[in-house]
């Protein structure tokens, strides 16, 4: 088992127009956070996996910083990129402890019972 002092918590969000990247620690506290937008990739350009690479290289940078090691992964949200930027988060030197998707999935809710037939 891991130091709990040493691992932190990625949480990955995708909307239709932007990637959000919120390293926590293990209490939930937010220690850092970018997306796609803000350095400096906008429009069709986020979607590149160079705007990823840039945003996985400044994830590496801050979990430097904040001394963690293992990181557990939280992804949510529909989009396109999804697996582009799983690629490159497990090509990174980053080291996962973790990976959970928890995107909300609609299941219309229950089925109503047919009325009987007489």
């Given at each position: 088992?891991?130091n709990?002092k040493h691992t932190?918590?990625?949480f ?13 620690d293990n209490?939930?506290q ?8 803000k ?6 350009k ?6 990823t690479?840039e945003?996985?290289?400044?994830l590496?940078s801050?979990?430097?910083e904040?001394n963690y090691?293992y990181?557990?992964?939280r ?5 396109k990129n999804?697996?582009?930027?799983f690629?490159i988060l497990k090509?990174s030197?980053l080291?996962f ?17 047919r009325?009987?037939?007489?």
């Amino acid at each position: 088992m891991q130091n709990n002092k040493h691992t932190g918590i990625l949480f990955l969000s995708f909307s239709s127009n932007n990637i959000h990247f919120l390293l926590t620690d293990n209490k939930g506290q937010i220690k850092s956070w970018t997306t796609a937008n803000k350095l400096r990739s906008k429009g069709i350009k986020k979607a590149l996996p160079l705007s990823t690479f840039e945003i996985v290289n400044y994830l590496g940078s801050k979990s430097n910083e904040h001394n963690y090691s293992y990181l557990h992964v939280r992804i949510k949200g529909w989009g396109k990129n999804k697996k582009n930027v799983f690629k490159i988060l497990k090509q990174s030197k980053l080291k996962f402890l973790s990976i959970i998707d928890v995107t909300a999935h609609a299941h219309n809710g229950c089925k109503i019972p047919r009325k009987r037939k007489l």
